[in-house]
């Protein structure tokens, strides 16, 4: 069966409980505490055996039910032990990948958009800058229907794989819409976001992309928005870079945009002052 990335999985209740007992009393004292329940329910269904006979040595029989429960109470709980340890990996890897995007492996959009909630709130707190750049993939629909979704999937993985090699620790990718990343900046002044923007346009206008023996130029447009005052919310931030992009856009698109009343801080040479008209 297979898992929708965005439904976050639960273990079942039984075994929530027997992780938290174990790790509670430590694997060897949890395997010593289910040998002895074991040990206890097969002593107490002997006597009750007996009981219902009518026949048999009671001590007897008890010890050697006894042992014979202490033996299997021992291997089910080892087999439990190991059953919980490996399911709770196992979580651990489902939410991992939940956070990614299944074609290119990037952050996705609701976990990108939860990531920088929180850098946002900080960065308004302490009034420290950060930037997001936006991404489309210049006519992207038409690659998808002149050569099948196959060539798309495969030229968003590219572009992913480009996007990435321009990333510095703490830069966040992720995968925003069909043809659209967006890029998370933190510690980030305007003019570094246009140069990695524009690093990004270059790169991808470089590749060398093909599909069954047909070259197909690759190029984006780009937004750049720099966390301003007036955004107040973090939608307001995203719209930024939203309105930015379009800009690109409206502009013949493979080239890099800024939002409004964005403040470079010094001075651009003729490249970026194109960019910022």
Request: contains cysteine; proline residues 3%; hydrophobic residues 45%.
């Amino acid at each position: 069966m297979q898992i929708p990335l965005h439904t976050e999985l639960k273990p079942p209740a039984w075994l929530e409980e027997l992780n938290r007992w174990t790790r509670r009393l430590g694997q060897p004292w949890a395997l010593l505490l289910a040998c002895a329940l074991g040990a206890l329910a097969a002593v107490g269904l002997g006597q009750l055996l007996i009981s219902l006979l009518g026949v048999g040595d009671r001590l007897e029989l008890a010890v050697g039910v006894g042992l014979c429960a202490l033996l299997v109470a021992g291997l089910l709980g080892a087999m439990l032990m190991s059953l919980s340890a490996y399911a709770e990996r196992l979580l651990l890897q489902v939410r991992r990948y939940s956070n990614m995007d299944a074609l290119t492996g990037v952050v996705n959009r609701r976990s990108f958009l939860d990531l920088i909630e929180r850098e946002w709130a900080l960065a308004k707190r302490y009034e420290t800058t950060c930037a997001l750049v936006l991404l489309d993939v210049d006519h992207f629909k038409s690659v998808n229907d002149g050569f099948g979704h196959g060539c798309g999937d495969l030229l968003l993985c590219r572009i992913a794989e480009a996007c990435g090699e321009t990333l510095r620790q703490g830069d966040v990718l992720s995968r925003f819409g069909g043809g659209e990343f967006i890029l998370f900046l933190p510690h980030t002044e305007p003019l570094g976001a246009l140069d990695v923007a524009e690093r990004i346009r270059e790169r991808v206008l470089g590749l060398d992309f093909g599909w069954n023996g047909h070259s197909i130029p690759v190029s984006v447009s780009l937004g750049v928005a720099a966390l301003q005052h007036e955004h107040t919310a973090l939608e307001h931030f995203v719209k930024a870079a939203e309105l930015a992009l379009q800009s690109a856009k409206s502009s013949g698109r493979n080239c890099v945009r800024v939002g409004e009343n964005l403040s470079i801080g010094r001075h651009a040479g003729p490249d970026r002052k194109q960019a910022l008209s």
